[in-house]
């Protein structure tokens, strides 16, 4: 019998611990005790997802969006003819292809000619963005259009001016006579290199043989566009790449223009720190919930233990209640999260035209490691604790039995955060800023905290009024105060870093962009047109950033050194105008760094050249944001000639201070040395030189001037008038790929601020879990002093006024740790000029003090609205 | 209502139900008492029988299901939780079974709290010499964790009567306590309520400690019943009856 009742006995001890952990979740459930848990598991997750599957979304978007530029997702450009393989393999990933073929040649109409730039397309061109044309001058809307038909040409409308012809008459380009049947309003991947032929002519690519322009010699580019299904681009990148030589580049949007490469990298970028910073305030929120659950479920361990429940049992017990629990809280963040996303896309689909390609598994697995790794490595510690409880604390109490502050329980945590940036990021460098720059920082706000707060410890708990009862507590409890501060300070630091950091960038694209950014660049100026051109100008109400000379010349030798060119076709580089410096070209010029490092063991190797013509200048006054790093600007009337040399051509070439420059100016030579170096800010649109001269070194040297223009849109049509006065002159047109750039930041902008929003979320319930955490600490005070009489005005100002300092306090410290954090980002991450921001001090205290008081005030008044006695038994 | 001036606390009809789920547990029936200034009642009775219940209610912690509760002619069954926080602070003291110290003030701190919401300038040294009366002057700077249960229940007994209570209300004094400490305890809470002159209610379920009280009252299943122990004092009957 006792052997059956035993082994009945062993048999209902079994599953004894699944039955106690299910009914404790399904009581604590029930009773809203696990909500605080659940809830970070479930914010953790949920911004996981929704982030990375939303910052996925617009990422994919916006170079969907910027592949307009490109008139395709891809292009490749080689001087010659690609081969049937690359035709063939583009068939086989199913992609889409269309062919452009660019040169420049002379067009006559009559006894007039013009130097043009030819775009000679397929009928399937564009393959992204749109080409539109209309059909008459005065014609209003334009239509959108692929190839004209054999026989007959698209032009800008400035061809007609400088040709005197009009639509309907006859085009003569090469051998060949064409109709010009429309003017082009629009091309997507207008081509925007500085000293182009001219304006732009459109002719089918059936048409390219019989203009027999395709001559032995010619300077031909041809491009080939693909677009189509994003992993079939990809496939398609991997086999070609590796095929291209020197003459051959294979790029999307980003590779193609720099300016918009910038835009979309830093918009990138900030959308990854966005959402980094949303995780580590999740998982802020689950360590905080975390550490709530391990010491509220403490009393019930001891009781276990004291009745005789072996350690088995117990962790049994509470391994599969916080498994459960955190299954539960993540299938409901994934629910979440997934609405939230759906939210954010219908947002800005309008915006962003977001493609329906669906969301892939990578942000659904990506939140689900996130929910596991938050529910492991952030409650090993709490649960270890937990388990090891004391029955004997039954007797004695468990508010001793603390973790030590530092020690290698917080290893797991931080290895599980660092896993979840690096997953999210694939970024080290940012990965590791995050994770060891937050380390430091907390490090030292525990100890200043803690330091601010017990200064000056008074005697009595000064209950009389209620500031005097809330500094009073302050410094009472400095020690567990300066964890919540820590808390409070992570989560309002990384709040105002989010909004600092969206302002700044913002901010800073519209210092390079503003109003009154010039739109048309206007080159080829003989001197005795400046007059006249002068009072066109201030005709029209057009904006100029004045007039100023050009040479064409190459840096031929340096100290002496004869420069090796490399041999390149100028068309083959960026497309970018040689006016502002090209990122692309710096990228290019790496592969020369590299040619050069592979040749540096070889002895006695010459130095590289530029490769290119230069657009040459002298100024007397330092440019326009330009900033001097070393050496000094030349005096006005100095009469020995002189160079200064943008600082990172000096840095590539190892040109220094004292180094003697020699020119090639149209067959003349002339040696500087270099006075000065500066730093150029490429990213505005002021005219910027890489060589910059005093007026004596250039004044024998034939020049045109060339001058910035902001032509506003209501006195375009006088540009026709211009051509037809001034046909020699060249005109750019940037205002397209300003609209293009305006439109990238606004779609960007509208991203950012939406996700903004998720983290505030992520940091408001950082807060709101740590105010509720320390509000059940003080809840035994609060109903001790309530039961002695004090008034409930004393006890709410008083748990305002000590949450206020505290939020405050934070917030102080919080600014002053963003300051920190937005430096180095600022300055290492985004490429930005490092700047403070004052303001946001104010916004991060009054934040802090507001929002943290709020909501100690509004638990506080919940617990008050309790009658005495059951605040008493509350704390029993 | 007019109340005797002798009187410092009068009950009349007092009952306490609480809803569960399916049913209504009564806990007090309907009940009267009348506690005279300076008196020492004991409220005795086995667990569960309903005396904390009726401390609660006696002492503004709690609000009755019906009937009236006056204490120094305050209608507390009419007061809301912050008129009745106010009655507390004016008139009674507290001593509770689990002591109830603030575990992040020091012994001196604990005692000198109700002085100080009463804004008593003197507080720190009415503390002192509370302190020095329970014998605990070396123990001033000490944490509630750093003392043993007795000294605790001592510290709470200082806090008690720093603000002179008129009426002092003690839930199981003893009730965590070794006898031999309780019976320290114990003696310490007579002697100083001697001095002062305060009015005590006791609940408890020792009747050795209910013994050193003028009278007592006996608890059993939510009905108060008078217990006869001293022929000699004045003793308002307490005529229980169930009403309705």
């Known amino acids: 019998m006792s052997a059956n009742l035993s082994e009945l006995g062993a048999s209902n001890k079994s599953n004894l611990w699944i039955k106690q952990s299910l009914r404790l979740l399904h009581h604590e459930f029930r009773r809203g005790e696990l909500t605080i848990i659940c809830l970070a598991i479930v914010l953790a997750v949920a911004t996981v997802f929704s982030l990375s599957g939303f910052s996925g979304q617009i990422k994919q978007a916006l170079l969907?969006?910027?592949?307009?530029?490109?008139?395709?997702?891809?292009?490749?450009?080689?001087?010659?003819?690609?081969?049937?393989?690359?035709?063939?393999?583009?068939?086989?990933?199913?992609?889409?292809?269309?062919?452009?073929?660019?040169?420049?040649?002379?067009?006559?109409?009559?006894?007039?000619?013009?130097?043009?730039?030819?775009?000679?397309?397929?009928?399937?061109?564009?393959?992204?963005?749109?080409?539109?044309?209309?059909?008459?001058?005065?014609?209003?809307?334009?239509?959108?259009?692929?190839?004209?038909?054999?026989?007959?040409?698209?032009?800008?409308?400035?061809?007609?001016?400088?040709?005197?012809?009009?639509?309907?008459?006859?085009?003569?380009?090469?051998?060949?006579?064409?109709?010009?049947?429309?003017?082009?309003?629009d091309i997507p991947d207008r081509s925007y290199r500085a000293f182009i032929a001219g304006p732009t002519i459109i002719v089918n690519i059936a048409d390219l043989a019989k203009t027999e322009l395709v001559q032995p010699g010619s300077r031909l580019t041809y491009k080939y566009l693909f677009a189509g299904e994003s992993d079939a681009i990809k496939s398609f990148e991997q086999w070609i790449k590796p095929q291209l030589n020197d003459t051959q580049r294979f790029y999307d949007a980003k590779q193609a223009q720099s300016r918009l490469s910038n835009t979309l990298t830093t918009a990138e970028k900030f959308l990854s720190l966005a959402s980094m910073l949303g995780i580590v305030l999740a998982a802020v929120a689950v360590a905080v919930a975390s550490r709530r659950y391990g010491q509220r479920h403490q009393p019930m361990v001891a009781v276990f233990k004291a009745l005789g429940a072996s350690l088995s049992h117990i962790r049994k017990l509470y391994y599969l209640h916080w498994s459960l629990l955190s299954l539960i809280s993540i299938s409901i963040g994934l629910i979440v999260g997934y609405c939230l996303l759906l939210l954010g896309i219908n947002a800005i689909d309008s915006y962003l035209s977001l493609e329906n390609t669906g969301l892939g598994y990578k942000p659904f697995s990506i939140a689900v490691i996130t929910g596991l790794l938050c529910a492991i490595a952030f409650a090993i510690q709490p649960i270890k604790s937990l388990i090891k409880t004391s029955p004997l604390s039954v007797i004695r109490g468990f508010s001793n039995e603390k973790p030590p502050r530092f020690g290698l329980h917080q290893l797991p945590p931080l290895l599980a955060l660092f896993a979840l940036l690096m997953m999210f990021s694939q970024d080290l460098k940012m990965s590791l800023s995050l994770l060891i720059g937050g380390m430091v920082v907390s490090i030292i706000l525990l100890a200043f905290g803690q330091g601010l707060m017990s200064a000056g410890r008074s005697v009595g708990s000064q209950a009389g009024k209620s500031w005097h009862l809330a500094l009073a507590n302050l410094k009472r409890r400095a020690s567990e105060n300066s964890v919540q501060l820590v808390s409070f300070t992570i989560a309002i630091k990384l709040l105002l870093l989010i909004v600092v950091m969206k302002n700044s960038i913002i901010s800073e694209w519209q210092q390079q962009f503003p109003e009154n950014t010039p739109n048309h660049y206007v080159m080829n100026i003989a001197e005795n047109q400046l007059d006249s051109i002068g009072d066109f100008v201030n005709t029209n109400n057009i904006q100029s950033q004045g007039f100023y000379q050009v040479f064409r010349g190459r840096l031929s030798a340096v100290n002496g050194e004869l420069l090796i060119s490399r041999e390149s076709n100028e068309n083959s580089k960026s497309e970018d105008d040689e006016l502002t410096k090209s990122e692309n070209s710096e990228k290019e010029n790496s592969s020369n760094e590299q040619n050069n490092a592979k040749t540096s063991d070889e002895e006695n190797k010459p130095r590289q050249g530029m490769g290119r013509e230069l657009g040459l200048t002298w100024r007397d006054e330092l440019p326009y944001q330009n900033k001097l790093l070393e050496g000094q600007w030349w005096q006005k009337d100095e009469q020995q000639g002189q160079v200064s040399i943008e600082s990172s051509i000096a840095e590539r070439m190892s040109i220094k201070l004292g180094d003697e420059l020699t020119f090639d100016l149209g067959g003349k030579t002339f040696t500087v040395p270099v006075t000065s170096i500066r730093e150029v800010n490429w990213k505005s649109r002021q005219l910027n030189f890489i060589m910059v001269f005093n007026k004596p070194v250039l004044k024998d040297f034939p020049a045109t001037y060339i001058s910035a223009w902001m032509v506003p849109e209501q006195t375009k049509t006088a540009l026709g008038l211009f051509f037809k006065e001034f046909p020699t002159v060249t005109m750019m047109d940037f205002g397209a790929i300003l609209k293009q750039l305006y439109q990238v930041i606004e779609q960007v902008s509208i991203a950012i601020e939406l996700i903004l929003i998720l983290v505030v979320l992520a940091g408001s319930l950082v807060l709101v879990a740590q105010v509720q955490a320390s509000m059940e600490e003080r809840e035994r005070e609060l109903a001790i002093l309530r039961t002695l009489g004090a008034k409930g005005s004393l006890l709410r100002n008083s748990v305002l006024f000590e949450f206020v300092a505290l939020g405050g306090i934070a917030g102080l410290m919080a600014s002053v740790a963003m300051e920190i954090a937005v430096y180095f980002l600022q300055t290492q991450v985004f490429d930005m000029s490092a700047s403070l921001h004052f303001s946001y001090w104010l916004l991060g205290i009054g934040v802090g003090a507001g929002f943290v008081g709020l909501v100690g005030l509004f638990s506080c008044w919940r617990l008050l609205q309790l009658s005495s006695v059951t605040l008493i038994r509350r704390t029993m | 209502m007019k109340l005797d001036p002798e009187n410092i606390l009068k009950v009349r009809a007092l009952t306490k139900s609480v809803q569960l789920e399916d049913k209504t547990l009564e806990l007090l029936q309907p009940l009267d008492l009348n506690v005279n200034v300076g008196d020492t009642l004991a409220i005795v009775g086995s667990s569960g029988s309903g005396k904390t219940t009726l401390l609660s209610l006696l002492a503004g912690l709690d609000l009755p299901s019906s009937g009236e509760v006056y204490l120094k002619s305050n209608a507390l069954h009419q007061f809301n939780e912050e008129q009745r926080s106010q009655v507390r602070a004016n008139h009674v003291g507290f001593i509770f079974q689990q002591f109830l110290l603030i575990n992040s003030l020091t012994a001196l701190e604990n005692v000198m709290l109700p002085a100080e919401l009463a804004n008593v300038s003197d507080a720190q040294q009415r503390g002192k010499d509370l302190l020095a009366q329970v014998g605990l002057s070396e123990r001033a700077d000490h944490y509630p964790s750093q003392l043993s249960g007795g000294e605790q229940q001592r510290v709470a007994i200082a806090r008690a009567f720093i603000s002179q209570p008129d009426i002092l209300f003690a839930d199981e004094p003893t009730g965590n306590l070794d006898s031999k400490t309780g019976q320290h305890i114990a003696d310490l809470l007579f002697e100083l309520n001697k001095k002062q002159g305060t009015t005590l209610v006791l609940v408890t379920h020792d009747q050795k400690l209910a013994s050193r009280c003028q009278r007592q009252v006996e608890m059993d299943s939510g009905v108060l019943t008078e217990k006869i122990t001293q022929p000699e004092v004045s003793v308002d009957i307490v005529t229980v009856e169930k009403v309705g």
């Not at chain 1, 001058?137 to 800008?156: C, D, F, R």
């Open chain 1, 64 to 185: 969907t969006n910027s592949s307009t530029y490109i008139a395709a997702d891809r292009v490749l450009r080689t001087s010659r003819v690609a081969s049937d393989d690359v035709i063939d393999k583009s068939q086989f990933y199913d992609l889409k292809m269309a062919e452009k073929v660019e040169t420049e040649s002379m067009v006559f109409a009559g006894d007039n000619m013009l130097l043009s730039e030819l775009s000679v397309i397929s009928n399937s061109y564009p393959l992204r963005g749109e080409l539109k044309v209309k059909q008459t001058i005065e014609q209003e809307e334009s239509e959108v259009v692929h190839a004209p038909e054999p026989g007959s040409v698209w032009v800008e409308l400035s061809v007609l001016s400088r040709l005197n012809i009009d639509i309907g008459d006859e085009l003569e380009i090469g051998v060949a006579s064409f109709e010009i049947k429309g003017i082009i309003t």
